[in-house]
C-alpha cells in the first residue's frame, strides 16, 4: 500500500537532520530562571513556520494561562474522513551539568549512529516526525489533521491543560496521537497504554534562626540538612522501596514485563549496584507510587563553611500509578513529610505540580491502523507497555474527549536517556516511525469514523 512512501520518507532524513539541529540549537527551556522567555518564543515561531510550510492553515501561537505559547494549526478533512489530532512538545529539560555532556547539549552532534543533543529525542525528534510524515505525504492527506505543539510540558505547570478547559473543543478529534514517548527498544514499535503521574512537593526545613560555627556549636545544635537527610530516608524501606503512609504500594502490571538484566543495562546500573524495590520490575515501574529527591538546597560542597545549617531544602516527586488519586497521594505525601521530622524540626511542606495517571482503551480503529502501520514500516505487530512517566495532558484529554481514541507513541527509547546528559535518538527511529505515522493516517482514513 505505500507506493513509494517509505521511500519517500527515507529520501527526507537529510532534512530531518536540518529541522532537529536547528531546533536543538534553541534552548528552549521553559523556566526563565534558567534561559530567557524569548528562547521558548523562537523556538515556537519556528516550529509556527515549519508546519505552514507543510500546508497546514491557520498556524499561530496562543498564550496558555502559565504564559507559555502553544502551537496551534490544522488542514480540514476530506468530506467523511475522520479527523486526527497531532500533538508534541517544543520545551525541553535543561541540560543538567554540561561537563557530563560528550557534545555541546544545545548542538546536534552525530556519534556512534545517534544524534545527540537536549530534546533530539524528548520530545523536538517528535516535532520533526511530525514534519517528517506530512512532507512525505504530500498534498495526499487522507485525513483532518489538528495540531498542538505545547511550550511547558516539562514544566508541569499545566498551561495546555487550562487552556483546554477554556478552549474545550480546540483540541477535539476522533483520534488522538500524543507524540511524546516510544519504543521498547529500536525497531519494536510501541504503544504506550499506561501513564503513572505525578505529585511533586517542595518541603523546607528549619532548626535555627542562622547558620552557626560548628566549632563552638556543633553537637547539641540541631543541623537543618540532617534532619532533612532523616525525612528524605523515611520515604523509602529497607529495599529501597516507596514507603509513604496511606499509599499502597503493591500493585502489579499485567501486560508486558520488562526483562531486569534489560532494565539493568538501560538504565546504566552500575556493576554490583542492586535494584530498589521489591516485586517485578514493571511492577515497580509501572503499577506502584515512586517517590524521586529531584533536588537539594543546601551549601555546596566547594566554597561551603564550617557551619551547623539553619536549613535546607527539597524538591521531591512522586509518581503515581493508574487507579491513584494525585491529590490524595500529594496530601499523604505532605503529611508523611511533616510526622517524619525529627528534633521538632520545623516542616513546610509546598504544594508543586500534579499530574493524573492514565490508562488508554486499545480496542478501537486507530489501534486497529496503528497495527498494521507497524506490521507494514517495522515488520512486526504493535507492542503495547507502561510508561513511568507522565503526561498530565492526557488525563486531561480523556476527560473532554471520552470518545477519542488516544494513542502514545514517539520516537524515543531506552538508550535515548532523555532528561539525562548525552540524550540521543536513533534517526532509523524518527525514519520509521514518521512512515509508521504516514501508513497509519492512510489506514485509520479507510477505516472512516
Not at 526483562?259 to 552500575?270: H, I, K, M, P, T
Request: hydrophobic share 45%; proline share 8%; net charge negative.
Amino acid at each position: 500500500m505505500d507506493d513509494g512512501l517509505a521511500g519517500r520518507v527515507a529520501g527526507l532524513m537529510g532534512r530531518a537532520w536540518g529541522d532537529l539541529a536547528e531546533l536543538v540549537a534553541i534552548p528552549s527551556v521553559a523556566d526563565p530562571r534558567q534561559q530567557p522567555v524569548e528562547r521558548c518564543r523562537e523556538a515556537a515561531e519556528w516550529v509556527a513556520a515549519a508546519f505552514a510550510e507543510v500546508g497546514l492553515r491557520d498556524v499561530r501561537l496562543v498564550e496558555t494561562p502559565d504564559g507559555s505559547f502553544a502551537v496551534l494549526g490544522h488542514r480540514p478533512p476530506p468530506p467523511g474522513a475522520p479527523t486526527v489530532l497531532l500533538y508534541c512538545h517544543y520545551d525541553v529539560q535543561p541540560p543538567l551539568d554540561d561537563a557530563a555532556w560528550v557534545s555541546p547539549p544545545f548542538e546536534l552532534t552525530e556519534r556512534e549512529g545517534r544524534w545527540f543533543g537536549r530534546g533530539a529525542a524528548d520530545c523536538k525528534g517528535n516535532v520533526v516526525m511530525h514534519l517528517t510524515a506530512l512532507r512525505a505525504l504530500g498534498d495526499d492527506v487522507p485525513v483532518g489533521v489538528k495540531l498542538v505543539v505545547e511550550g511547558s510540558e516539562e514544566q508541569g505547570t499545566g498551561g495546555l491543560e487550562a487552556y483546554l478547559a477554556e478552549h474545550p473543543d480546540e483540541l477535539h478529534a476522533d483520534a488522538l496521537l500524543i507524540c511524546d514517548t516510544g519504543n521498547a527498544a529500536v525497531g519494536v514499535p510501541t504503544a504506550t497504554v499506561s501513564l503513572r503521574g505525578m505529585a511533586n512537593v517542595v518541603v523546607t526545613v528549619r532548626t535555627l534562626e542562622s547558620d552557626l560555627h560548628s566549632g563552638m556549636f556543633g553537637g547539641p545544635a540541631p543541623d537543618a540538612l540532617a534532619a532533612l537527610i532523616r525525612i528524605l530516608d523515611s520515604l523509602r524501606d529497607a529495599h529501597g522501596g516507596t514507603r509513604i503512609e496511606g499509599l499502597p504500594a503493591d500493585g502489579s502490571w499485567e501486560g508486558v514485563g520488562y526483562d531486569e538484566q534489560q532494565f539493568r543495562s538501560d538504565a546504566g546500573v552500575l556493576d554490583g549496584v542492586g535494584l530498589t524495590g521489591s516485586g517485578t520490575v514493571a511492577d515497580r515501574l509501572w503499577a506502584r507510587p515512586a517517590v524521586t529527591v529531584l533536588g537539594i538546597d543546601c551549601a555546596p560542597v566547594v566554597g561551603s563553611a564550617s557551619a551547623v545549617p539553619a536549613e535546607a531544602r527539597a524538591r521531591v516527586s512522586l509518581r503515581v500509578p493508574p487507579g491513584m488519586d494525585p491529590e490524595v497521594a500529594q496530601r499523604a505525601l505532605t503529611a508523611h513529610l511533616v510526622a517524619a521530622a525529627p528534633w521538632g524540626a520545623r516542616v513546610a511542606v509546598e504544594p508543586e505540580a500534579k499530574g493524573s495517571p492514565f490508562r488508554a482503551a486499545t480496542d478501537g480503529k486507530a489501534y486497529a491502523a496503528l497495527d498494521l502501520a507497524a506490521r507494514e514500516a517495522y515488520g512486526r505487530p504493535l507492542s503495547f507497555l507502561g510508561q513511568g512517566g507522565s503526561i498530565p495532558l492526557c488525563s486531561a484529554l480523556a476527560a473532554q474527549y471520552p470518545e477519542s481514541e488516544i494513542i502514545l507513541m514517539g520516537v524515543e527509547e531506552p538508550r535515548s536517556l532523555i532528561h539525562a546528559p548525552n540524550e540521543s535518538v536513533d534517526p532509523g527511529e524518527i525514519e520509521h516511525m514518521a512512515l509508521v505515522e504516514a501508513l497509519f493516517l492512510r489506514h485509520y482514513a479507510a477505516a472512516g469514523r
